[in-house]
Nanobody, 119 residues
Framework: QVQLVESGGGLVQAGGSLRLSCAAS????????MGWYRQAPGKQRELVAT???????NYAPSVVGRFTISGNSAKNTVYLLLESLKPEDTAVYYCNAKGNSDLISMEYWGEGTLVTVSS
């Protein structure tokens, strides 16, 4: 079994920044991609950014130019640098890891970390 341990959430003023971290641990499986999703009150969970094992990244249009996703494959760790934060970025941010064990696709989620951006 795999656990995703997140850190870095908190309260920040608009225009500020913070860095989220997520480390996958437990039973080893092949991780193909990790990413961050978020869910604001009354909204569906949405993709924020993803990164593949090959380094390809994908961002939601609303965060392009402000957020940066990076990873450390050796540590099975993904980071999200959030800059120029806006109140509308307030949400619970969830770490996600996708991979496979044998020929079975696997997906794991963190418990989420709250990011609150004040005006």
């Amino acid at each position: 079994q795999v656990q995703l341990v997140e850190s870095g959430g908190g309260l920040v003023q608009a225009g500020g920044s913070l860095r989220l971290s997520c480390a996958a641990s437990g039973n080893i499986f092949t991780i193909n991609a990790m990413g961050w999703y978020r869910q604001a009150p009354g909204k569906q969970r949405e993709l924020v950014a993803t990164i593949t094992s090959g380094g390809s990244t994908n961002y939601a249009p609303s965060v392009v130019g402000r957020f940066t996703i990076s990873g450390n494959s050796a540590k099975n760790t993904v980071y999200l640098l959030l800059e120029s934060l806006k109140p509308e970025d307030t949400a619970v941010y969830y770490c996600n890891a996708k991979g496979n064990s044998d020929l079975i696709s696997m997906e794991y989620w963190g418990e989420g970390t709250l990011v609150t951006v004040s005006s």
